[in-house]
């Protein structure tokens, strides 16, 4: 990097400072920015705290994503290639692209970069118990008399939580396929959502598959040793769509379940409390809601959803 843009001034006003006010204090800078210094002193790249807070402000009003100073380390590493694809000299002029006219494909990227994808197979196995105990068999008998069933994966990273759902739907109802169910699967990430698409996974990812779900509903990829791909009876059940949760829904409901799981724990807490509150008039009446481990319902949701289970809700006002 040269000396020149380590020192270049950052955005901001230019103001010369009054008696006893520093150049940083005008500017709003810390002095770590001003002296060229960064949040991470060995990168190649400088990020002082005013572009870390700029990246910070920017992933929280696109994504509804907190990102704590703690975390600038990972930003940094995760957004560095970023600087090196696009052959910037520092964080400063990241910033400057995100905010230009040019910024709304970068600031995918930069989603892209700092969202957490990790998901697997029937991650927390008592939800999908709880769906084929207490939730699928009033649902299935409704499909077999003609009536539409409908479920949420509302932050589904690459798959493997509609997949699970859609298992555990086959596993009572081999024939799911030839009723109306659906399951829609939606992500911010467009990226990862293709790999839910593409329905294909190796086998150490499919190992919480039980086998006798893995052989009947995923093949073998030609040329492709020990990768499996889903057949058409169980991907032919999920839609992928990309969704960001803290923007526009255009989808109406009603749904019988909506599985939101381990992605609130990233936003703040009134951003939650909405988004549970957006869940409520899109679930039937009696409807499951399963949240991640960590979370819990909060805000004005909470009179409207009783517990069913550990992490598991139902809107109140009767069974589906
Ligand atoms: C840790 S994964 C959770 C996946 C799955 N629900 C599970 O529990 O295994 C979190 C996912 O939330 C997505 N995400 C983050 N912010 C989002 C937003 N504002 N709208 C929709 N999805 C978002 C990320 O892209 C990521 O794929």
């Known amino acids: 990097m040269s000396a020149a843009s380590r020192t270049a001034p950052a955005r901001g006003q230019s103001t010369a400072p009054a008696r006893g006010q520093s150049t ?4 709003g800078q810390s002095t770590a920015q001003v002296r060229g210094q960064s949040m991470v002193p060995d990168g190649e790249f400088l990020m002082t705290d005013r572009d870390f807070a700029q990246i910070a402000g920017i992933l929280e009003g696109e994504a509804g994503i907190m990102l704590p100073p703690a975390k600038a380390t990972m930003a940094y590493s995760r957004l560095a290639k970023r600087l090196r694809t696009l052959r910037l000299a520092n964080f400063s002029e990241y910033c400057a692209l995100l905010e230009s006219g040019d910024g ?6 930069l989603i892209q970069a ?11 196995p008592h939800h999908f118990e709880h769906l084929k105990r207490a939730v699928l068999p009033g649902l299935i008998a409704r499909a077999r008399t003609g009536g539409k069933v409908r479920i949420w994966s509302a932050a589904s990273s690459s798959g493997q939580e509609p997949y699970s759902i859609a298992l555990t739907l086959l596993s009572l109802m081999p024939e799911a396929a030839q009723h109306d169910i659906k399951i829609l699967a939606t992500d911010i990430d467009s990226s990862i959502l293709g790999v839910g698409a593409a329905g294909v996974y190796d086998s150490e990812v499919l190992a919480p598959v039980p086998a006798e779900l893995r052989t009947r509903w995923f093949k073998p990829v030609e040329d492709e040793p020990g990768s499996f791909r889903a057949n058409a009876a169980l991907s032919g059940l999920i839609t992928f769509r990309e969704l960001n949760l803290i923007g526009q829904w255009p989808m ?5 379940a909506i599985f939101c799981r381990n992605v609130v724990i990233y936003f703040s807490a009134e951003t939650q409390a909405q988004l549970w509150a957006r869940f409520v008039p899109l679930l039937q009446p009696g409807a499951a809601l399963y949240v991640g481990h960590s979370e819990r319902i909060t805000g ?11 992490t598991i809700y139902r809107k109140l006002g009767g069974k589906p």
């Open 252 to 256: 109406r409901g009603p749904f019988d």
């Open 104 to 109: 709304k494909a970068e600031k995918q990227k």
């Open 300 to 310: 004005p949701a909470e009179t409207l959803l009783g517990g069913d289970g550990v």
């Open 24 to 27: 940083a204090q005008v500017r």
């Open 114 to 124: 700092l969202t957490t994808n990790v998901t697997h197979f029937f991650r927390e």
